[in-house]
């Protein structure tokens, strides 16, 4: 199947290779580019484990194809840490003991990040709303609920 | 220093937060071919013919395996548990060879160089089925009219067995009145959110194959690959990196593991095949699909005499490798009459072949006797115009010395009464009962309900003395020259924070600081054999007190050493952060370092008669527990059921759990919760659905619901640390949650509904069924 060049940006690095229109984002991302931490869990976009974000929207890297994301700036899990520090999302998760197995880890860190970064104050009821579109099997999520919560406590007096 | 009992943060979240877990699907190795299965459309049919010439000819197929190929390759697949406690087995390989028998069986296998190439080569593959009559239910499975899945057995039935405990004929001619009833469960999926997958790396050079797997057992799965495919075990490796979640599948060897085996070797290259979600839902396992028909007998002021029952289990088209289905009646059987007393029991069961997905473990796999103990309760009390509290009251054992089961084990200790009254205290079961007068005098209808169980992990000493079934649990602990230690399990955590819970252990009974600990798991060429891995709530209780003994004993041999070079006695000296000292005379402190450096670089140089080999390789057979050995807890939760659209929404739900000697309070009720979460969608959202055509309904996450977190309440949790001297106390907690909550939820809707005259006889109640019970809808 004919290639197409695709450039686009993935935490803040360029690169440009050549995909099949129908390569999806998460394949290029996990395979091709070799940052695994994106997890595939249904691939029809209902398990959000996929989440990355692209301009700074959450999206379903499962549902994309490849060459969608031209031109964009897709940030994935690989790209929050600075410095060797967690992000103080990822120390809210760490504290809160909010996951256990971690496959469907990176897809809530990075849909909470695009929704912490609207700075809402959002009512638990909000939250769980807002969190209704990442599955996880382990934790029954009030664990993921504490960690938001006390991520968005931090980050707020932070601010 | 005190970690066992803290909430230390989780070693694994590191990694797991920053994007480097390593999930077998990561896995990218040189020359890596990537495998796809083409699974049948039909539920039974035979292969009347097929054609892969086109599939061999396109872009990057290096190789397409029918069955007849595959079986020259395999033996009949082995299930030595089944064989053992004479279920039916028939002969079966990797890919069918004759008929296909569900939906999603394994008809051929392309590999190819990328994954897109193996499936687009795939849809070139002609099959032509001659279509068999479809067993889809229990009932068609015992119909003698119906074909036989397996032609060799003759029928659908693999398993029967029965068994009595007491004088059940006498209980029930003394009883003032017998209720009776069918209580049936419905198929559903673990549904981990990782699929199943694998990566085969054969070395045609060396003869060794080092298998990558997500799995949960990685020695199981060792000795089925060996069995099946005439592997020499020392040549033969299994490796589990971070697995992301299993309950009881993982457990499994599937026919897709034995294929990816076999087609490595026959090509000498490694091969990866992860399987998608429509696969795992439909192909991967199913479990719970089970019914029992129970009459119960009693006496007109609420005394239990005796229970009869029949439970009938659809174990799916193949037997589970290497846990049959059959073999969890035998768990169901000893449980069903749980912590109430009685004078008679008789149990049967019948177990089925049908064209459906092959039966596997899900958190707790005897689920089924709580549920239809706590369910039946409930009506029995309402037949007798009791309350539901003091059914329970009045028959529930105390845990005195000299209670036993019906079924026989011991059950002194056990803390089941504590844990009803404190669950009905914590959720205010008397000022609920005056509001939910006021609310239905409103025309709002809400329910409580409740229910306690027992779990035997590890179990009494009558069934753990001498390691159990499984002959205990061994683990290797070893002092590193820099005074750290390496603990090797043979579990194979899948999201049970080991590396965390066994660390904390090891720290705290050597006395190093919890950072010098490393937890190493998941390589068959270092971890103890177990043939369960991680399941059934081994590690809290086994694990540990395997980790406990070799570290004890790793300190012995140091302290010895230290005894002698510092001539004090080996009582005298105490380790604390890495450093021994000498009780009352902590000037004369020696790092821990120095004596493991010694050991390691100069062992002729230590005292006589000492061991300079600082390791221990320990089997924990269950001595030195002094507790009950019983896990177990009382649920409770309120819900609201609304007429107009069947929606059931949970208000409380309260967890009084005893599960002994808490590790770290975060694990543990982080496995609570997350059962329970299990629970609740088992009984409202989530059914693996056939049609009668063996037609399966729910491929994809849009037909098969998994609970969201708009959907799971919070769930309050106390805590019963029943035993507290007991220094092995750690009990199971992995199943308690998904094993209790759907009593607890399916009574507190039939409580909400009762006044309308509906009986909840079905565990899962999604609006449609909610209605229909209501009256609202017509039942269908």
Known sequence: MTRRVLQLSVNGRAHELMVEPRRTLADVLREDLELTGTHLGCEHGVCGACTVLLDGLAVRSCLMLAVQAAGTEVMTIEGLERDGEMHPLQEAFRDSHSFQCGFCTPGFVMTVLALLDEGRDLSEVELREELSGNLCRCTGYQSIVEGVQLAAERMAAGR | ?????????????????????????????????????????????????????????????????????????????????????????????????????????????????????????????????????????????????????????????????????????????????????????????????????????????????????????????????????????ERLRVLAGDVGGAFGLKGYVGREDLCLAAAARQLGRAVKWTEDRNEHLLASGHAREEKIDIEVAVT??????????????????????????????????????????????????????????????????????????????????????????????????????????????????????????????????????????????????????????????????????????????????????????????????????????LAQIAAEEMGVPFEHVKVVHGDTSVTPFSLIGTGGSRAATWASGAVLLSTRKVKEKVLAIAAEQLEISPEDLEINDGVITPLGAPHKSLPLAQIAMQATMAPNSLPPGTDPLLEAHETFKGEGITGSGWSGGTHACIVEVDLETGHTQILRYVVVEDCGRVINPAVVEGQIRGGVAQGVGEVLYERAAYDEDGNFLAGTFMDYLLPTAAEIPTIEIEHLETDPDDELGFRGVGEGGAVVAPATLTNAIADALAPLGARVYDQYLPPSKVLELAGVLPTT
Not at chain 2, 34 to 50: G, M, Q
Not at chain 2, 59 to 74: D, H, I
Not at chain 2, 140 to 154: T, V, Y
Not at chain 2, 308 to 333: E, I, K, N
Request: charged share 20%.
């Open chain 2, 1 to 233: 220093m005190r970690l066992i009992g803290a909430k230390v943060p989780r070693v694994e979240d590191r990694r797991i937060l920053t994007g480097r877990g390593r999930y077998v699907d990561d896995l990218h190795l040189p020359h890596m071919l990537h495998a796809t299965f083409l699974r049948s459309p039909v539920a039974h049919a035979r292969v009347a013919a097929l054609d892969a010439s086109a599939a061999k000819r396109a872009p990057g197929v290096v190789a397409v395996f029918t069955g007849e190929e595959m079986k020259a390759l395999s033996k009949p697949i082995a299930v030595p548990m089944a064989e053992a406690m004479g279920a039916r087995i028939p002969e079966f390989y990797p890919l069918v060879t004759d008929k296909v028998r569900f939906v999603g069986d394994l008809v051929a296998m392309v590999i190819a160089e990328t994954r897109y190439e193996a499936e687009d080569a795939a849809e070139l593959i002609d099959v032509i089925y001659d279509p068999l009559q479809a067993v889809s239910s229990y009932e068609a499975a015992l119909d003698p009219a119906s074909p036989a899945l397996f032609d060799e057995l003759g029928d659908n039935i693999v398993y029967t067995s029965s068994s009595s405990a007491g004088d059940v004929d006498a209980a029930f001619a003394a009883a003032d009145r017998v209720v009776a009833m069918t209580l049936r469960q419905h198929r559903v999926a673990n549904a981990p959110m990782e699929t199943r997958g694998a990566v085969a790396d054969y070395d045609p050079a060396s003869g060794e194959l080092v298998y990558h797997a997500a799995t949960q057992g990685p020695q199981g799965l060792r000795l089925a690959l060996a069995n099946t495919l005439g592997l020499p075990m």
């Open chain 2, 300 to 501: 007109n002021d609420g005394s239990l005499l005796g229970m009869r029952a029949h439970m009938t289990m659809d174990h799916g088209a193949y037997p589970g490798v290497p846990f049959p289905a059959a073999m969890f009646s035998g768990l169901v059987q000893m449980l069903l009459p749980g912590p109430y007393r009685m004078q008679g029991y008789a149990f049967d069961v019948t177990a089925v072949s049908t064209n459906k997905c092959v039966y596997v473990a899900y958190r707790g796999p005897w689920e089924m006797e709580t549920w239809v103990r706590e369910r039946v309760l409930d009506e029995v009390a309402r037949e007798l115009g009791m309350d539901p509290a003091d059914l329970r009251r009045r028959n529930m054992m105390a845990g005195d010395a000299d209670e036993r089961l019906i079924t026989g084990l011991s059950v002194a200790g056990i803390s089941s009464r504590q844990s009803l009254e404190r669950a009905l205290e914590l959720i205010g079961y008397d000022a609920f009962r005056r509001d939910q007068a006021a609310a239905r005098a409103q025309g709002r209808h809400l329910g409580i309900g409740f229910a306690t169980f027992i779990e035997a992990a590890p179990g009494p000493p009558e069934m753990r003395m001498g390691g159990g079934m499984f002959g205990g649990e061994q683990a290797k602990v070893k002092l590193e020259s820099d005074g750290h230690l390496t603990v090797v399990t043979a579990q194979a955590p899948h999201g049970q924070s080991h590396e965390t819970t």
